[in-house]
């Protein structure tokens, strides 16, 4: 199987968590989540000497997707996912870029959306797609499960989970997202969130302050 490689690159004032992940044999690349700052995630790529063919997108905030256009422009990479329920939000990172005081944004149109059981490919290695809405309708989570690593966006962090107060948020549907979609995966599943540190799956249920199962079994 082709080994993977990953590089973990914090980008814009909000500092999101944007992944270059390759095929270390071919060189392939994706970016999940390219949030901003275009030359530096490209400089990055160039440096590994990796080739962009994908960017993903687990949801339609300014910060995770506001340079996916250009790269695609740059690059020529196909962008897939979130679902199409995060259009509206993509539609609008130009507009939010200018509240947050952060240039270069760009709105974006997919050239594929994600629903629950999709399977990306970069070479021969299958990711799967699991729709976890919550933090915003659209949300995706995308996993694979040879190498035990997803990566969850905003659904889910290190000791906490995504906000639910911006228009179109939803508590119990993240709450049920993380517990129906997440956990079944496994406990040594390792994450990359959008925002802060690494952690598993396994970790989260012990130690979550959200969704510890403890804490979920007492509001229960
Ligand atoms: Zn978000
Ligand atoms: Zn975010």
Known sequence: MAKIDIRIIPVTPLQQNTSLIWDSETKEGVFVDPGGETDRLMETAKQFGVTVKKIWLTHGHLDHAGAAHEIRERTGALIEGPHKDDQWLLDDIEAQGQKYGISGLRNVVPDRYLEEGDQLTLGDMVFDVT????????HVVIYQ???????????????????????RGNH????D???????????DMRFVPGHGPMSTFGAERQTNAFVADHILKAGA
């Open 145 to 167: 499960k040879e190498g035990q690593m997803a990566f969850v966006g905003d659904v889910l962090f290190k000791g906490s989970i995504g906000r639910t107060d911006f228009p």
């Open 131 to 138: 729709h976890c809405p919550g933090h915003t309708p659209g």
């Open 177 to 187: 997202a993380i517990v129906q979609n997440l956990w079944p995966l496994g406990p």
């Open 172 to 175: 119990q549907q993240l709450l």
